[in-house]
C-alpha cells in the first residue's frame, strides 16, 4: 500500500480518529472525534470574518455514518438515501499532494501557496484586502499578520502561508475535530470541515494526503469528491440544521 503523503505544517497522524470513504455511500467515521456545526460569520464590512458554534451531534457510536450525498433525511447522518437518490458518487480528485499544483505568490517577508481546485468558498481571503495584495505588503506588520490570518481560516487549506525566515508554514494549531460549515451569507450549507490531521482513506485502500485542514463534500455535487470545491453555493445546498438563529433557510 501507498505510504500516505503528509503536507509539511500538518500536525503528527492522529490514530485515534480516522474517516473511510465508502466509494458508493457516506462518510465512515471512527474514533468518536467532536461533531459540531459552525457559522461563518461577517465582519462589519459584510466579509468573512470568523466562525460562530452552533450545535453539537453524537458520536459516540463506534462506527458513524455522516452523509455524502447531500439526501439524507436524517443529516448529517446517514440514512440510506444515497441508494435511491441521483448522483455521481464518483471520487475524482486526484489524490497528488495539494502543494504540488499550487501557485505560488511572493512577498518581502511571507510566501502563499494556493490551489484553487480546492477552494471552498468560505471567502476570508478577502476580509480586510485580498490575501493576494497584502502578502506582496507582508514588509508591513498589519499586512503580514492579516495574510497569515486569512490563509489560516481558509478551511479547505487551500491557502497556506509560508514564512520565508523560518523556512516553513505557519499553521494554526487545531484539535482533530469535525464541523458541519453553514454559509448564512449564502444561504446555504458548507462542506464537512476536518481539523487537526484526521486521516482518511476509502474502502479500496487508497490514503489521501495527511492535512491540517481539509474540507470534504457534503452535497454530493462537487466535481473534486471526496473534496468539496466550493458547488453547495451554486446549488443552494441546505442541510435543514438548527441553529442558534434557526438555522439555514
Not at 470541515?193 to 482513506?201: C, M, T
Request: charged letters at 30%.
Amino acid at each position: 500500500m501507498k505510504e500516505r503523503e503528509i503536507e509539511p505544517g500538518t500536525p503528527e497522524i492522529n490514530k485515534q480518529y480516522s474517516i473511510v470513504v465508502d466509494r458508493k455511500g457516506p462518510y465512515l467515521v471512527y474514533g468518536h472525534p467532536l461533531l459540531k456545526q459552525q457559522f461563518i460569520v461577517q465582519n462589519i464590512e459584510g466579509s468573512s470574518w470568523s466562525y460562530r458554534d452552533g450545535v453539537e451531534y453524537d458520536m459516540n457510536d463506534e462506527l458513524t455514518a455522516l452523509c455524502r450525498c447531500g439526501a439524507s433525511a436524517n443529516k448529517p447522518y446517514c440514512d440510506g438515501a444515497h441508494l435511491n437518490t441521483n448522483w455521481n458518487p464518483s471520487l475524482t480528485a486526484d489524490n497528488i499532494p495539494l502543494l504540488k499544483d499550487a501557485d505560488v505568490v511572493d512577498g518581502p517577508t511571507l510566501e502563499l501557496t494556493d490551489n484553487e481546485k480546492y477552494c471552498a468558498f468560505a471567502r476570508f481571503c478577502d476580509a480586510y484586502g485580498k490575501v493576494w495584495n497584502l502578502v506582496e505588503e507582508s514588509d508591513d506588520p498589519e499586512a503580514r499578520e492579516l495574510t497569515i490570518r486569512e490563509a489560516n481560516y481558509c478551511p479547505a487549506g487551500r491557502l497556506k502561508a509560508w514564512d520565508k525566515d523560518k523556512g516553513e508554514f505557519i499553521e494554526n494549531k487545531l484539535e482533530p475535530s469535525l464541523v458541519l460549515l453553514e454559509d448564512p451569507q449564502e444561504r446555504c450549507s458548507g462542506p464537512l470541515f476536518v481539523r487537526g490531521g484526521i486521516p482518511i482513506d476509502d474502502t479500496e485502500g487508497v490514503r489521501y494526503e495527511l492535512r491540517n485542514r481539509v474540507t470534504l463534500c457534503r452535497c454530493g455535487a462537487s466535481s473534486n469528491k471526496p473534496f468539496c470545491d466550493g458547488t453547495h453555493v451554486s446549488v443552494r445546498f441546505r442541510d435543514g440544521l438548527p441553529g442558534p438563529h434557526g438555522g439555514i433557510k
